[in-house]
């Protein structure tokens, strides 16, 4: 799922947002997992955050994570 994430928000898109939501939804329906999509998801709402920075934040978001699961 880390791929896909930051496939979603560092790549430069060559599917829409819509369509690579859309792939993830259907990749965990298929693993059996139930899925729930946020309507706000659909929402344009990009921040002009260059990529060098998302990557930092990205980064930090992981490893809080990381150390949440841990504890």
Request: hydrophobic share 45%; proline share 1%; charged share 30%.
């Amino acid at each position: 799922m880390k791929t896909e994430i930051e496939t979603m928000l560092l790549g430069e898109m060559a599917i829409s947002e819509a369509e690579l939501i859309l792939q993830m939804v259907q990749a965990r329906l298929e693993e059996g997992q139930k899925v729930k999509v946020n309507p706000w998801i659909m929402a344009d709402v990009r921040l002009d955050v260059d990529l060098m920075q998302r990557e930092e934040i990205l980064n930090r978001a992981f490893e809080a994570l990381s150390q949440k699961q841990k504890n």
